[in-house]
């Protein structure tokens, strides 16, 4: 005995075009996401991201960073003296020690700087 079996209703009799549309947008959602994860960008990039804006370019040498880190250094260590003094009670024992951790790595890089070979 066969049994009758309906025809499944078509998309268009069941779907709105609101729910279509929202459809559409989960697939396209669905497919960024698997993108994201299975098709990921190559490993022979630069380990700078591209969206970065500030970059440091890979054929500067140690003693151009190392001056560059020292003068940073300075001009944080002449804020935070700024601000330190500007400030009383524990707030400002909290500026001072910032201060003394600039001071410590002002003078190892200073001192890295020193070292460094020159090619």
Known sequence: MVKITPNPPSEDETVSRVQSARNKKLDDAANR?????????PKNETSDKPNT??????DVDSECL????????????AMISDLAFDLEGSRRRVA????QVIELSELLANRALD?????
């Open 115 to 119: 070292i460094v070979e020159v090619r």
């Open 33 to 41: 996401a698997l993108d994201f994860y299975l098709k990921p960008t």
């Open 66 to 77: 190392l001056a560059n880190l020292s003068e940073n250094l300075a001009s944080a260590n």
């Open 96 to 99: 001072m020690g910032i201060l």
């Open 53 to 58: 804006i500030f970059r440091i370019a890979p």
